[in-house]
């Protein structure tokens, strides 16, 4: 492929994402560091934007997992790798998340989400890698503590999700661990 046309094409791709997506900005989290914010008020199931990135693939690998790249898993061994500056970057993690991505990389929300809110995703709806974990520190009640992988979550939870997530993911809803 063109690299001089691909960087084009995604610098393009980010000028339409700022335009239209100015009521989203990146503020201090009560969770962590940064996260995004929504000043629209949104409704359930609503498409918010496209995440950019480029495909990568890499066989899992225990040293390398704990590292914890800021890839989305959207596969067995297949990540997508975000853009520089693309918003999905500054979403944080909760066990009652309030976004999910769906199977064409696009952020969808899953449930009605007011304006102020931060927008969150449960970062073991992207991730199939059996040698990832993160501590948890959400606060909310139904805080796991410990994330893992997509495959380790319980199976009320997996089919709960299952509806947005990618197809290498949906080999594992339902199936008892
Ligand atoms: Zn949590």
New binding site residues.
Partial sequence: MDILKLEATQVETLTVQAKDLKYLAVERSPIQGLGLFTYNQLAAYQIIFTINGRKVYRPYDPAYSHLNPNWLGIGYEEWLEMSSGDLSLYIN???SPNLMVNKHFELITLRPINKGEELLIDYSTTELDPYWSMK?????PN???L?LSFQYLSIQLQKKYSKFIAPAFSLFAGVPK
């Fill in positions: 993690h909760s066990c948890c520190y959400c606060g909310q805080c796991r503590k994330l």
